[in-house]
């Protein structure tokens, strides 16, 4: 079915895009440039909006399309990436466009968290969040917290180990997600 040319009064019997509000209210959330606004925007587009996970686009098809570079398009499309926000199904080859879809499993974007200043209502960018809170601290989880003794194994700590690892066996598939293993 061939798209019809705009009138400028959209109607939903021209066709429309179904999309979850709960991934529309983590999109506004997001700090992204105008031109990874755009790419998200039809990314959605050409994958939801056709009852798909994933499409193969070419750089120049969506630089076209959002009316900037490819260079400036190329390198909105690897942040996106990098940040989880896209997934990337099939890498570029000479012969075909790289696959992309949105990751709508949105926990995993990787994106700045806020501070909060003297005044509650403003906010800041901080630091990049991983999944592992133990990156966010700056901590190596395979060595032990500076204030911890090594080498002395006591009862106390191995009945706590123990009782960590019944908690972890219970975790659902989201909190292994967040929590990185």
Known sequence: MARKPPRGKPELDDGYTKIANELLEQFVKLNLSSTQWKILMLIV?????????????????????????EFRTGKAVKDLIRKKILIEYSAPTPRASRELGLNKYYLDWVRPHATVTSDPTQTRPHATVTSDPTDALGLDPTQPL????????????????????????NFTETERRMFGD
């Open 45 to 69: 587009r050409e994958t939801y909006g056709y009852h798909r996970t994933a499409k193969a686009l070419a750089i120049s098809y969506i630089a076209k399309a959002i009316g900037a570079s």
């Open 146 to 169: 500076p204030n911890q003794r090594k080498n002395k194994d006591t009862s106390k700590e191995k009945a706590l180990a123990a009782k960590y690892r019944r908690i972890e066996a």
